[in-house]
């Protein structure tokens, strides 16, 4: 998915720059960049960081920066910050989501003849540029975000470095966070507050969907108001975002501890102890393990040191790989047990069938899988959660082609919780992972633990609701 730091100080910024920026390194990347303002112009630094940390690819240039002001990104694809000269001044941008309607937009732009994009890679136009030339396309940064918002079919926030300071802008729905830290002297927007609390920022302010903010030494000003409409993806809580961190005011653990809580609650089944897929499943497990009053324990244990987030290489079979290289199993607390696991979430299922099969070959005798959201039925249309490059490749789609043929009829129905298709499509998946049980969340418990309003929360992608 993907995320940014940017800020303004009244002093040299560039150290909180690079160690507001690692703290997004969980987020999934290829590329990492930094651009600093220095009141001559704008350096920037971009490296690939695939196989290696943000912080030991860039440790030598932090050295070379200076400045007041700069912006700090983590991409999913692409090379950012770009350098851009355009009628609105020089300028560096950085961004955070997904252009579904890229080559529309492509298209549309060389309609005018007038227009070339030049930070190619493999064939595709970087959707960062592209979104710099909607910006340009208007009279002031303001005017621009907010066309640009509006052309886009997906998700974007944005951060933009001038001679000035820094613009901040949260995508149209407010699918991602940006949000606002102070501290004397300097003011911080971040995707992920968890990068304030050790640079000695407080959490300023959330801003709103689709709001655009200068940000200064003494604060963020107000360029744009918030629009109405919250659709804050819900699948930060699940999964992406890190423990540390508050959307809307609402810390992650805290979350995956009450869905952890509402899944031992609707639950019967009688198991020796409760684990979590680690990581990310650890913090629902621990909530089920205290619910159900049964011990927690660690079947497996993650080799943290040189792996990476086994969604994050491109290839599948690399992925595949990592997932099971970094996860080493205790056969001492695996064999003989019933054993039930909680993980944030079942996508496509292939790297979860190897790992129940080496709970099998450990000695399990039961193995019982608790996800803590309810089945993913539809692909995401507003962010990149998933490598996935069909929705078919979800392990729920899997079951409902193979249930009902290629083009099934039915797909709301399969989402509906207790329906007996439902119930077809879980028994299905259960039966081709190898596992005892498996129950899925609620999506009204996933709401419950989260604690805003459903009408708030982006559900596309298990219940098909969404808003364009």
Same mark, same amino acid.
């Given at each position: 998915?993907?995320?940014? *730091? /940017?800020?303004?100080?009244? %002093?040299?910024?560039?150290?909180?720059? *690079?160690?507001?920026?690692?703290? #997004?390194?969980?987020?999934?990347?290829?590329?990492?960049?930094?651009?600093?303002g220095?009141?001559?112009?704008?350096v920037r630094?971009?490296h690939?960081?695939?196989?290696?940390q943000?912080r030991?690819k860039?440790?030598?240039?932090v050295g070379?920066?200076?400045? $007041?002001?700069?912006?700090?990104?983590i991409?999913?694809?692409?090379d950012?910050?770009?350098?851009i000269?355009? #009628?609105?001044?020089?300028f560096s941008?950085a %961004?955070?989501?997904v252009?579904? !309607?890229?080559?529309?937009?492509?298209a549309?732009?060389?309609? @005018?003849?007038?227009?070339?994009?030049s930070?190619?890679?493999g064939g595709?136009v970087?959707?960062?540029?592209?979104?710099?030339?909607?910006i !340009?396309?208007?009279?002031?940064?303001?005017e @621009?975000?907010r066309?640009? /918002?509006?052309?886009?079919?997906g998700?974007?926030?944005?951060?933009?470095l001038?001679?000035? &300071?820094?613009?901040?802008?949260?995508d149209?729905?407010?699918? %991602?966070?940006?949000?606002?830290g102070?501290?004397?002297? $300097?003011?911080a927007?971040?995707?992920?507050?968890?990068?304030?609390?050790n640079?000695g920022?407080?959490?300023?302010?959330?801003?709103g969907p /689709?709001?655009?903010v200068?940000?200064?030494?003494?604060?963020a000003?107000?360029?744009?108001p918030?629009?109405d409409?919250?659709?804050?993806?819900s699948?930060?809580?699940v999964?992406?975002?890190?423990?540390?961190?508050?959307?809307e005011?609402? !810390?992650?653990?805290?979350?995956?501890?009450?869905?952890g809580a509402?899944?031992?609650r609707?639950?019967k089944?009688?198991?020796?102890?409760?684990?979590g897929?680690?990581?990310?499943g650890? &913090?629902? &497990?621990l909530g089920?393990?205290?619910?159900?009053?049964?011990?927690?324990?660690r079947?497996?244990?993650?080799?943290?040191?040189?792996?990476?987030?086994?969604f994050? =290489?491109?290839?599948?079979d690399?992925?595949d790989?990592?997932?099971r290289?970094?996860l080493? =199993?205790?056969?001492?607390?695996?064999q003989g047990k019933k054993l039930? *696991?909680c993980?944030?979430?079942?996508?496509?299922? $292939?790297?979860?069938?190897d790992t129940?099969?080496?709970? #099998?070959?450990?000695?399990?005798?039961e193995?019982h899988?608790?996800?803590a959201?309810?089945?993913? $039925?539809? @692909?995401?249309?507003?962010l990149?959660?998933?490598?996935?490059?069909?929705?078919?490749d979800?392990?729920?789609?899997?079951?409902?082609a193979?249930?009902?043929?290629?083009?099934p009829?039915?797909i &709301?129905?399969?989402?509906?919780?207790g329906?007996e298709?439902?119930?077809?499509?879980v028994?299905?998946?259960?039966?081709?992972?190898?596992?005892?049980?498996l129950r899925?969340q609620?999506?009204?418990?996933?709401v419950?633990?989260?604690?805003?309003?459903?009408?708030?929360l982006? %559900?596309f992608?298990?219940?098909?609701?969404?808003t364009d």
């Amino acid at each position: 998915m993907g995320g940014f *730091f /940017g800020l303004v100080g009244k %002093t040299d910024i560039v150290e909180d720059l *690079f160690f507001g920026t690692d703290y #997004h390194s969980h987020l999934g990347t290829k590329r990492g960049g930094l651009a600093v303002g220095n009141g001559t112009g704008i350096v920037r630094y971009i490296h690939n960081i695939e196989n290696a940390q943000f912080r030991s690819k860039f440790g030598e240039d932090v050295g070379k920066l200076r400045g $007041t002001r700069g912006i700090g990104v983590i991409s999913d694809y692409e090379d950012q910050p770009l350098l851009i000269r355009s #009628h609105l001044g020089n300028f560096s941008i950085a %961004t955070v989501g997904v252009v579904k !309607n890229i080559d529309e937009l492509v298209a549309r732009a060389f309609k @005018g003849k007038s227009l070339h994009f030049s930070e190619m890679r493999g064939g595709e136009v970087n959707p960062t540029e592209l979104v710099a030339a909607l910006i !340009n396309e208007k009279d002031s940064f303001e005017e @621009g975000i907010r066309y640009a /918002g509006e052309m886009i079919k997906g998700s974007c926030s944005i951060l933009i470095l001038t001679d000035e &300071g820094v613009l901040a802008a949260r995508d149209r729905y407010g699918r %991602t966070p940006v949000v606002i830290g102070r501290k004397d002297g $300097t003011c911080a927007a971040s995707l992920e507050t968890c990068a304030f609390p050790n640079l000695g920022y407080e959490i300023d302010r959330y801003l709103g969907p /689709g709001e655009i903010v200068r940000l200064g030494p003494e604060g963020a000003e107000t360029l744009a108001p918030p629009l109405d409409k919250l659709q804050i993806c819900s699948f930060l809580w699940v999964y992406y975002g890190y423990p540390a961190s508050n959307y809307e005011g609402i !810390n992650v653990e805290t979350v995956r501890n009450r869905c952890g809580a509402f899944l031992a609650r609707s639950d019967k089944v009688e198991v020796d102890l409760v684990a979590g897929i680690p990581d990310s499943g650890i &913090g629902h &497990g621990l909530g089920y393990a205290a619910e159900a009053g049964i011990p927690f324990r660690r079947p497996f244990v993650k080799y943290t040191p040189t792996w990476a987030r086994s969604f994050m =290489p491109q290839n599948q079979d690399v992925r595949d790989q990592v997932a099971r290289m970094k996860l080493i =199993p205790i056969r001492e607390i695996i064999q003989g047990k019933k054993l039930l *696991f909680c993980e944030d979430s079942i996508v496509r299922g $292939t790297q979860l069938k190897d790992t129940i099969q080496r709970l #099998h070959d450990s000695g399990a005798v039961e193995v019982h899988m608790r996800p803590a959201c309810p089945p993913l $039925t539809y @692909g995401c249309k507003y962010l990149n959660f998933s490598r996935s490059r069909s929705e078919l490749d979800l392990a729920a789609r899997k079951a409902i082609a193979a249930l009902e043929g290629p083009e099934p009829k039915n797909i &709301g129905e399969y989402a509906r919780s207790g329906s007996e298709r439902y119930e077809a499509m879980v028994d299905w998946i259960a039966r081709t992972l190898s596992l005892t049980t498996l129950r899925y969340q609620r999506l009204e418990d996933l709401v419950a633990a989260i604690g805003l309003p459903k009408a708030k929360l982006c %559900t596309f992608c298990w219940d098909g609701v969404g808003t364009d």
